[in-house]
């Protein structure tokens, strides 16, 4: 299979009626009739696919320019991150814990994409994306472990690069994420688990941000990240890009395209990839096509996020070994019952000004209301999620002003749990976890314990405009 389809077959797969395509001036991007790519599962290409073929030309290419050049793969890289000095136009850009995460790395993709395409000399080249939400693609993909290829690096975690190590199912899981309605919420949640988790599993230069892009699976986790975010859309009930939002929309960002000029762009330009930008994902539902003013409309939901109780935590320190914090139920049960009740409200743990001084290298399972003594299970209504660092909280990171890193766990089902069983008292537990090994769980050395420096419980309300 060539990875590009004409418009025939576009409109085929989609279901669309008409394929009616934007140019704006100076992006170069899609005209009516021409070319759409198809980023494919890297899951079911061999060493010899000529997308993989490609990838490593491109690489090489890449590779062989001087840093300076903006097409080069020093540069590039930079783009997200990096610690040389000094700093060059677009360097360090990369947005963590904003609600730009999700389009600025949209952005970047597309321009990476089509510098790569211009250097291995294949016009219908697209970047694959690595489902590692398939049970069967937890490993790194094989390409990217051989030894003599340019897509490998030692610079990751010995056991993934082995073949030994594999992705645990928690850190892969985006149902979190879905769950909330709110495209806020649903895109800082993403951004932990399970970005942030696959980031930290795979280690070694992708552990940071300053090193991330540096390794070529970079680009092929965040394709499966720019996927998530139709995908997202896709499950409806209201759902909906951020459109009505001036911030959101009117912020530039810088990149350059394949001539190594400067280019631009916001929000707007990349709301809807297949028309804007020109490429969709194999498997992928029909997409869900948003637009921006003056021909936008606003969503049928809104959503407030009120809290309710500070949580009185002093500083929490996680290590290698379990840590918690108790919740007092007795006090809380009246302000939160109701709120449990509607099916319009969901109940939620924050956690913030959460740092560590150097990636931990570790993953934390967060359980809401683990008895004391039981055996900690991911498949039991007290568990509400993962903590990781990535992108913000960590002190080294020093490429990007620091942040501190905040979480946010929908606790309905554990509260529900803990008030059926008459509790009093619910602790928060967190219990660090490594990659699987050989299938079967490791633990992990945490290399920098993380503090948490404030807990809070709030509820989040979905809205219907009126009028």
């Known amino acids: 299979m060539r990875p590009h389809i004409s418009r025939a077959n576009f409109v085929g797969m989609t279901g669309a009626a008409t394929l009616t395509v934007l140019v704006q001036p100076g992006h170069g991007l899609r005209a009516l009739g021409a070319t759409v790519y198809v980023r494919r599962d890297v899951g079911g290409m061999s060493a010899a696919d000529p997308a993989i073929l490609a990838y490593r030309t491109a690489v090489r290419q890449m590779r062989a320019l001087p840093p300076s050049d903006p097409r080069s793969w020093t540069y590039q890289a930079a783009i997200h991150g990096t610690f040389a000095t000094p700093a060059r136009p677009s360097w360090n850009t990369c947005e963590h814990g904003t609600y730009f995460f999700w389009s600025w790395h949209r952005m970047y993709l597309y321009w990476f994409e089509r510098i790569c395409r211009s250097m291995c000399g294949d016009d219908c080249w697209a970047l694959p994306y690595w489902n590692w939400s398939s049970p069967a693609q937890r490993q790194l993909p094989a390409t990217f472990r051989e030894t003599s290829s340019e897509l490998y690096t030692p610079n990751r975690d010995p ?220 498949k039991s209504p007290f568990f509400v999620g993962t903590l990781s660092l990535f992108g913000t909280g960590i002190r080294s990171d020093r490429a990007h002003k620091f942040m501190p890193a905040s979480f946010t766990f929908a606790i309905g089902k554990a509260l529900k749990a803990s008030f059926a069983a008459r509790e009093t008292q619910a602790s928060v537990t967190f219990v660090p976890h490594g990659i699987l090994i050989d299938g079967r769980p490791s633990r992990p050395t945490v290399r920098s314990t993380v503090r948490i420096g404030e807990a809070s419980i709030a509820v989040q309300t979905g809205r219907r405009r009126t009028g």
């Open 159 to 378: 056991a993934m690069n082995s073949g030994a190590g594999s992705l645990p199912a928690t850190d892969v899981d985006y149902s979190g994420a879905f769950a909330f309605g709110d495209f806020t919420t649903a895109d800082s949640v993403i951004q932990g688990t399970p970005h942030g988790d696959v980031h930290v599993d795979v280690g070694g230069w992708m552990g940071s941000v300053p090193t991330a892009a540096q390794d070529p699976i970079f680009y092929l986790h965040h394709c499966n990240i720019d996927r998530l975010w139709n995908l997202w859309l896709a499950q409806g009930g209201g759902r909906s890009d951020p459109t009505s939002d001036a911030a959101w929309r009117s912020k530039t960002f810088t990149f350059f395209n394949e001539s190594g000029d400067p280019v631009t762009m916001t929000g707007c330009d990349v709301l809807r990839a297949a028309f804007q930008l020109g490429y969709l994902y194999e498997g992928e539902p029909a997409q869900v096509n948003q637009y921006c003013p003056p021909t936008f409309h606003l969503p049928p939901t809104y959503y407030l996020t009120e809290t309710l109780v500070h949580l009185p935590i002093p500083p929490v320190t996680l290590g290698s070994k379990p840590s918690s914090f108790a919740v007092n139920l007795r006090d809380l049960r009246a302000r939160l019952a109701p709120a449990l009740a509607s099916p319009h409200e969901t109940l939620l743990l924050q956690l913030g000004d959460v740092e560590a001084s150097s990636q931990p290298g570790a993953v934390w399972d967060v359980y809401f209301g683990l008895s004391k003594g039981a055996q900690p299970d991911p």
